[in-house]
């Protein structure tokens, strides 16, 4: 009997199986505040770009390994506007077939078995499977609400086996924004103890104050560091598949190599339409703000009338809150929730073992939905 590789057992079992099947249970009629997908169209002109893009045949061959040159000089234009930050668009920007696909390559490409790489927890899961895969050691770095979310720098120890720290600004699950001083601080760190350096950027433009920074700006970072981008939640382009990778040489090098061997990159049509997206920046931002603020102001002031007190989230277009009933995990007050209202919203421990006590409600749902949602829970709270 042929067995599939040892490797794939060490990938934690599927946890949402459960409330899956209790959704499918519960039927129609289910408000879903689980999925961080949006929900809104991707602008015309970027669909009219792309319709051009695949009907020029230049755009039908294979694309070029690490992206177009000329969209890599529009992100670098685009970087330096928006971070302050100057790349070389030759040899520290590398596109991708949506960051998630960068970020697992990259571990791949950084990560030996026995290695440790530290990653926040709770987080997105793809970095601590991704260095379970690569042969690696995650080691867990909790995220407290007392620290507003931030990875505790000093506290974390690293040997000589810690090859990467991963950090998530703005970040997800817990919404939390950084500032550039914790960026200098990580890119410290990770310089003394000689180990890589990386920030997954991709809520960048989703804010609602302050503007995220970016950690190619803190003193250094060019030595050590590389930032993940993602035209999918800014432009609402999750189906499209494009993000981009930037920053140290070596490291871009080393994903590119892995890359080389493995995908031929992104249809060269849709990096055409993602120049146009670039170009429209400055019009979509401050749409999509808008659009995730109301949304947030509606979810935060129904629950707050509920006695559910939530903080506002700084960025990113989720709401991290910490279950209103003590003494149940965060997988048991999802399910009840969801097989007695219909509202589903995500269990904190999904993330990992600090979510717990924590749901996130993903704001990529319509006000009208969200408003309902409250009023179903305030029957049941
Ligand atoms: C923190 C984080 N990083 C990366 C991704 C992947 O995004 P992309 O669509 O660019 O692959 C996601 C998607 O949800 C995410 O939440």
Redesign the pocket.
């Known amino acids: 009997m042929r067995e599939h590789a040892r490797r794939l057992d060490l990938l934690p079992p599927y946890l949402f199986a459960e409330l899956d099947a209790a959704k499918a249970e519960y039927g129609e009629g289910v408000i879903d505040f689980g999925v ?1 997908d949006p929900d809104q169209p991707t602008h015309p002109e970027i669909v009219n770009a792309l319709t051009m893009a695949v009907g020029d045949h230049n755009t039908h061959r294979y694309p070029d390994y690490c992206g177009t040159l000329t969209l890599r000089r529009d992100i670098a234009r685009w970087y330096k506007r928006r971070f302050g930050v100057e790349l070389d668009p030759e040899r520290e920007i590398c596109i991708l077939i ?4 960068g ?1 697992s390559h990259l571990i791949w490409a950084l990560v030996d078995p026995g290695d440790e790489a530290i990653y926040p927890d709770p987080s ?1 899961p ?1 970095y601590r499977n991704q260095i379970l895969l690569a042969g690696g050691n995650p080691i867990p770095a909790p995220l407290f609400a007392d620290n507003h979310f931030l990875m505790d720098i000093p506290r974390l120890r690293a040997t000589s086996k810690t090859k990467l720290l991963i950090l ?1 600004y703005p970040s ?1 699950p817990t919404a939390a924004l950084t500032e550039q001083i914790h960026f200098s601080e990580a890119v410290q760190f990770a310089r003394s103890h000689n180990m890589w350096l990386v920030n ?1 950027n ?2 960048s433009e989703i804010y609602f104050d302050e503007k995220p920074p970016s950690i190619l700006s803190a003193p250094g970072a060019r030595d050590c560091a590389v930032e ?1 981008g ?1 035209f ?1 939640k800014t432009f609402n382009m ?1 189906g499209w ?1 494009l ?1 981009f990778a930037v920053g140290n040489e070596r490291m871009i090098a080393a994903l590119k190599k892995i890359k080389q061997n493995t995908d031929s990159g992104p249809f060269t049509a849709i990096q055409r339409a993602a120049q146009t997206a670039l170009e429209l920046a400055d019009e979509i931002g401050p749409q999509i703000r808008k659009l995730y603020k109301s949304r947030r102001g509606a979810l935060l002031a129904g629950l707050n009338r509920l006695g559910w007190v939530v903080p506002a989230p700084k960025a990113t277009f989720y709401v991290w809150a910490r279950i209103p009933r003590q003494g149940q995990t965060s997988m048991g007050f999802s399910k009840r929730m969801l097989a007695e209202t219909g509202v589903l919203a995500t269990p904190g421990v999904g993330f990992g073992e600090a979510g717990e006590g924590y749901l996130r409600f993903s704001l990529t749902i319509d006000r009208t939905l969200i408003e309902e949602a409250i009023g179903r829970l305030e029957k049941w709270l």
């Open positions: 961080g949506g960051s998630k696909e970020i997105y793809v998530n997800n997954d991709c809520y993940f993602s999918s999750t598949r993000g």
